[in-house]
Each structure stands twice: as C-alpha cells, then as structure tokens.
C-alpha cells in the first residue's frame, strides 16, 4: 500500500517549452502533496505544498509563476515548469501524506528527472 | 529553528559488518522522526519512522532506530549489512500537519 507515481519519469525539452509533471497516490487519499527538487547527491529541498483544492504554499525563493502547482483532486497533483531553462534541469520528486491512521507519513514518487537543453 | 543534521556524508563498511548511521535533530515540539533510503535515480522509500511510544522502532530490511530525546538522536542501525543496502540514506523530522525537515543524507558503500 502507499505507492505514489509520476509521469514522465525523465524528460528531455527545449529551453523556452513548458513541461508538466504527475504525481499521483496510487491506493490512497492524499489531501496534501509535496515537491521537492534535488541537485546530483544533495539533500531534498522542498519547493512547495499542494493542498487538494487550493493554492498551493511556495517555500521562500521558490517562483510561483515558473511553477505552477494544481492538486485538482485527492489523487493527483501536477507541477508545470513553465519556459524552462538549462537551470532548472534537476530531479524533481514528489510526496503525498497519506490520509487517516499513518497520516503524518510521507510516501514519495520515483522522481522525474528534467534535462532542458 | 529545526534542522537535521547527519554528521557523516560518506560510509563505507564491509559486507556482513554492522552498521549506525548517525541522526540529529532540532525542533521544538515533539517530532516525528524518519528515515528514507534511496537508490541512484530512484525515490525515497520508506525504512521506519517513530512518533510515540517504544523509542526502538524496527524497520524494513532488517533496519531499526532508537529515538533518544536527551541527546536529540535517531540513530539507525543494522546488524550485518548486505551489499544490495549501498545507497543514500535520508533521516527527516516532522510534527503532526507540518512539512518534513531533511538531513544532507549519508552515502553508504558496501565492500564485499
């Protein structure tokens, strides 16, 4: 139980295009969703919280605009990155806090690797 | 301000040997503790986690962690290490409803 996935699992695109990013809790509920981008052996750093159904919560530094966080339902939360740039090539992975008994737990995605060229 | 910190950013050990991978934390409430491993290019799963109660927690794969609170510690601990267990080891700290702190990880290599 507690799967989460996300789609694409790499992708490669042009500097200038946007790229969109699923994460999606599998067999459970997850009111809230979490991302997290992580440079080659560092630690996770949160970029923002998605709570199902309003705004999401931007960590400090994070661009809101370039991106853009939709949880439209209990099972899925997409993060676009909009006119992405060589910067933003990174390991973007996701977490979801799972509903009821083991609600304080985290269960992560496999991450999506972004190269932009 | 919460923090985690894991002193040591790279282990090596011997296949068959023990294992502690060191964790400490600052917060000001009483935390949720975790830890997460993860292997090249994958994401983090899930070994243990402690929020109450028995403050040595087992764990998956043969892992466990014992939370002690005078010294801010949630060291984790294997008995004998295989070598399929190389990977990145992450500790977190968290309170009920609040977002997850994470250490800078530790690098676990493995000698046959």
């Known amino acids: 139980g507690a799967v989460v996935s996300q789609h694409p699992s790499w992708v490669i695109c042009k500097s200038g295009t946007s790229v969109k990013i699923e994460c999606r809790s599998l067999?459970?509920?997850?009111?809230?969703m979490f991302w997290y981008r992580q440079f080659p052996k560092q630690s996770l750093m949160l970029m923002a919280t998605?709570?199902?159904?309003?705004?999401?919560?931007?960590e400090q530094g994070v661009e809101k605009d370039k991106f853009l966080i939709n949880h439209a339902s209990l099972t899925l939360s997409t993060l676009t990155v909009t006119s992405a740039h060589p910067e933003d090539s990174s390991f973007y992975i996701c977490?979801?806090?799972?509903?009821?008994?083991?609600?304080?737990?985290?269960?992560f995605g496999p991450g999506t690797r972004l190269t932009v060229l | 301000a919460q923090s985690v910190t894991q002193p040591d950013i790279h282990i090596t050990v011997s296949e068959g040997a023990s294992l502690e991978l060191r964790c400490n934390y600052s917060y000001g409430a009483t935390p949720y503790l975790f830890w997460y491993v993860q292997s090249p290019g994958q994401g983090l799963q899930l070994l243990l986690k402690y929020f109450s109660g028995d403050t040595l927690v087992q764990g998956i794969k043969g892992f466990e962690a014992e939370f002690k609170r005078s010294q801010s510690s949630f060291n984790l601990r294997k008995p004998s290490v295989h070598w399929s267990d190389a990977a990145e080891y992450f500790c977190a700290v968290g309170a009920s409803g609040n977002q997850f702190y994470f250490g800078t990880g530790t690098s676990l290599t493995v000698i046959p």
């Open positions: 998605s709570n199902e159904g309003s705004k999401a919560t931007y």
């Open positions: 977490s979801a806090r799972e509903q009821g008994r083991a609600k304080d737990t985290q269960y």
């Open positions: 067999d459970f509920q997850a009111t809230t």
